[in-house]
């Protein structure tokens, strides 16, 4: 176990030293390999989809009992739960009325832990709520994301309105993470149940992303052209890619804590 820790700790060491290129290469073969391994192993789709919803359930698990058995918010971005129910809300409207689906009850059930989360850290739990770290200006995202769903949105034949209200909440997803990586990034130290729940967003984000480009690969590009012309099928693969690599920082520092023996996470300057 010691010798396996050691070898750990030394490809660790060898890539904290490299330049950031040299990184975000290794990230994407690591992701590539990842992706590669996923195929041989999964057959069935459907099965990462039932991976996903396991994952993040175990992370809206320890989230709910971090608040009602430790009875503190502290580390947790009320501004990234925020724009989660946003972007929930949005999709369960656009599922209601475009696609009512399995999706929409796991969606349902989804918001109303997120505002169950919401009301814990405004009422109950304010007075551990560290205000003052979670300073991230959410219109940064928000506006984007509105702008954005203007010009590059589904060329289905539902409503305008819906279909913008549709490309906002994929785009809004993919971005809603980034409050809660600014309230780590300013704390530096980080209690294991919060990080337990950010790196299962990590991991749930990534296997979301595995589904949708391995169905893209098997269907050798027919999933694309089904979700219709134009930008909006490049932009539904782009964000889905885009969601582990925000994540996958923390991810990193997160599985060497882990291996070293660490419940605290401990993030070096500049990460995140």
Not at 128 to 148: G, H, Q, R, W
Not at 175 to 197: A, C, D, G, M, W
Request: some cysteine; proline content about 3%; hydrophobic content about 50%.
């Amino acid at each position: 176990m010691r010798g396996g820790r050691k070898s750990i700790h030394a490809i660790t060491t060898w890539v904290r030293r490299q330049p950031p290129k040299v990184k975000a290469f290794l990230a994407v073969v690591s992701g590539m390999a990842a992706l590669v391994l996923l195929r041989f192993i999964v057959h069935d789709h459907d099965n990462l989809f039932a991976a996903v919803e396991v994952v993040h359930s175990l992370g809206i698990s320890v989230l709910i009992y971090k608040l009602i058995k430790e009875k503190t918010c502290a580390g947790l971005s009320l501004k990234s739960q925020e724009l989660t129910a946003m972007f929930l809300a949005v999709r369960l409207y656009c599922s209601f009325v475009m696609e009512y689906d399995i999706h929409t009850l796991l969606d349902l059930a989804t918001l109303a832990t997120t505002l169950w989360v919401i009301y814990m850290i405004r009422f109950k739990l304010k007075s551990s709520y560290m205000e003052e770290k979670d300073n991230f200006a959410i219109y940064y995202v928000v506006i984007p994301c509105a702008v954005l769903a203007l010009f590059i949105h589904p060329s289905t034949s539902h409503h305008l309105l819906n279909k913008i209200f549709w490309a906002f909440c994929v785009y809004l997803e993919t971005v809603s993470v980034l409050p809660q990586l600014r309230v780590i990034q300013n704390t530096k130290i980080v209690e294991p149940f919060t990080t337990h729940y950010v790196f299962a967003l990590g991991v749930v984000r990534f296997l979301s992303c595995a589904h949708w480009v391995l169905q893209v690969l098997d269907s050798r590009g027919h999933l694309l052209v089904a979700l219709g012309y134009g930008l909006w099928p490049s932009m539904v693969l782009i964000s889905e890619i885009v969601q582990p690599f925000i994540l996958a920082d923390f991810c990193y520092y997160y599985v060497k804590s882990v291996f070293g023996g660490q419940l605290v996470l401990r993030l070096p300057s500049g990460v995140v």
